[in-house]
T-cell receptor
Framework: AQTVTQSQPEMSVQEAETVTLSCTYD???????LFWYKQPPSRQMILVIR??????QNATENRFSVNFQKAAKSFSLKISDSQLGDAAMYFC???????????FGQGTTLQVKP | DAGITQSPRHKVTETGTPVTLRCHQT?????MYWYRQDPGHGLRLIHY???????DKGEVSDGYSVSRSKTEDFLLTLESATSSQTSVYFC??????????????FGPGTRLLVL
C-alpha cells in the first residue's frame, strides 16, 4: 500500500523569506500524481500545485514550486517570498493511477512571522 | 470551488441517532468522494463513487454507508452515530482529463459533533 509521510509537524518562516516543506512517499507504481493542498483556518482545502510522475520537470505555480525527486520518492514544496496569507496547514497527497484513490500525509502547519 | 456544496455545514447530534450528510455538485463529475479529517491523520477516505449507484469502500468505511441516485448528489449516512465519528467531513470531486486531470477538488466541509 502507498504511504505519504510529512516529517515536519510545524514550520515557521519570516515574511518575504523562503521555506521548504518536506514530503516523502512510498509506492511501487509508475502511474501516479502528487499534490500539495493548503488548508487555512477556514478549513477549505485549496489545491496549491500538481505534479505528474511521468514528467521530470518540476511544477511551478507563481511563488510555489516543487522539487520532485522520483528515485528518492521525495516531493518537497518551496514557497518563495512568503506572505502572511500563506499561513496554513499544508498536505502532501499521492494519487494512485491504479486505484484512483488519493492518500494524504499528516500535514505540516506553517506559521509566517511578520 | 468546482461547484461543490455540503449540507449541513455544522451538526450536533446524539449517540445512536442516524445522520445524513449531503454533497452536491453542479458540474457533472463522475467521481465523488467522502473523507474525514481528524488531528494527526490528515484526510482519510471513507467511501467513493464512480457513477450513479456505483460506490466502493475506502480506508475507514466501518459505520458509514453512502448512496448516489443522481450524478449531482452523494450522500453519506451514519446509521447510528458514535462519538468516534465526531470529525470534519469533506466531499470531493475528481476532475477529468486535461491540465488538471486526476485532481480532486473539495467542498467546504461539515463539522459533526456526536455527544
Amino acid at each position: 500500500a502507498q504511504t505519504v509521510t510529512q516529517s515536519q509537524p510545524e514550520m515557521s518562516v519570516q515574511e518575504a523569506e523562503t521555506v521548504t516543506l518536506s514530503c516523502t512517499y512510498d509506492t511501487s507504481e509508475s502511474d501516479y500524481y502528487l499534490f500539495w493542498y493548503k488548508q487555512p483556518p477556514s478549513r477549505q482545502m485549496i489545491l496549491v500545485i500538481r505534479q505528474e510522475a511521468y514528467k521530470q520537470q518540476n511544477a511551478t505555480e507563481n511563488r510555489f514550486s516543487v522539487n520532485f525527486q522520483k528515485a528518492a520518492k521525495s516531493f518537497s514544496l518551496k514557497i518563495s517570498d512568503s506572505q502572511l496569507g500563506d499561513a496554513a496547514m499544508y498536505f502532501c497527497a499521492y494519487f494512485s493511477g491504479n486505484t484512483g484513490k488519493l492518500i494524504f500525509g499528516q500535514g505540516t502547519t506553517l506559521q509566517v512571522k511578520p | 470551488d468546482a461547484g461543490i456544496t455540503q449540507s449541513p455545514r455544522h451538526k450536533v447530534t446524539e449517540t445512536g441517532t442516524p445522520v445524513t450528510l449531503r454533497c452536491h455538485q453542479t458540474e457533472n463529475h463522475r467521481y465523488m468522494y467522502w473523507y474525514r479529517q481528524d488531528p494527526g491523520h490528515g484526510l482519510r477516505l471513507i467511501h467513493y463513487s464512480y457513477g450513479v449507484k456505483d460506490t466502493d469502500k475506502g480506508e475507514v468505511s466501518d459505520g458509514y454507508s453512502v448512496s448516489r441516485s443522481k450524478t449531482e448528489d452523494f450522500l453519506l449516512t451514519l446509521e447510528s452515530a458514535t462519538s468516534s465519528q465526531t470529525s470534519v467531513y469533506f466531499c470531493a470531486i475528481r476532475a477529468g482529463t486535461g491540465r488538471f486531470g486526476e485532481t480532486q477538488y473539495f467542498g467546504p466541509g461539515t463539522r459533526l459533533l456526536v455527544l
